[in-house]
């Protein structure tokens, strides 16, 4: 397991590896000033070891989601591919973001991350 956090502000990123799956869990503020680790994690697991794997982001303690958080994702989606991002369980704000935005047609959206998860192995 991997953590990381940026100093200052309130957001952290977790990721753990199964055999087919990156679980990025971020909880925090996702903002123009947190987001910047998110952004390198997403891009690095288009170019590092985890190139195979199928990344799922687990956003269900994410306090607060502004357009960074949109940037973020749509870049991830076109970088790593719509099949094999997908999205675990988001917080209230997150769902709201998504649905407002109409991204909650444009990304696999699972309720759980176990089911995410599982999900993944199996595509």
């Given at each position: 397991m991997?953590?990381?956090g940026t100093p200052g502000y309130d957001l952290r990123l977790t990721s753990r590896r199964t055999d087919h799956t990156l679980i990025i869990t971020v909880s925090g503020d996702v903002d123009?000033?947190?987001?910047?680790?998110?952004?390198?994690?997403?891009?690095?697991?288009?170019?590092?070891?985890?190139?195979?794997?199928?990344?799922?982001?687990?956003?269900?303690?994410?306090?607060?989601?502004?357009?960074?958080?949109i940037n973020v994702l749509l870049r991830a989606r076109t970088l790593l591919g719509p099949e094999r991002l997908r999205i675990a369980d988001p917080s209230p704000c997150v769902?709201?973001?998504?649905?407002?935005?109409?991204?909650?047609?444009?990304?696999?959206?699972?309720t759980a991350i176990a089911f995410a998860s599982t999900a993944a192995t199996a595509t």
């Open positions: 991997h953590s990381t123009l000033d947190t987001v910047e680790p998110l952004q390198y994690a997403l891009s690095n697991a288009h170019t590092g070891p985890d190139q195979a794997r199928t990344i799922v982001l687990d956003l269900s303690a994410v306090t607060f989601a502004g357009t960074s958080l769902a709201r973001l998504m649905r407002l935005t109409e991204l909650d047609r444009h990304f696999t959206i699972d």
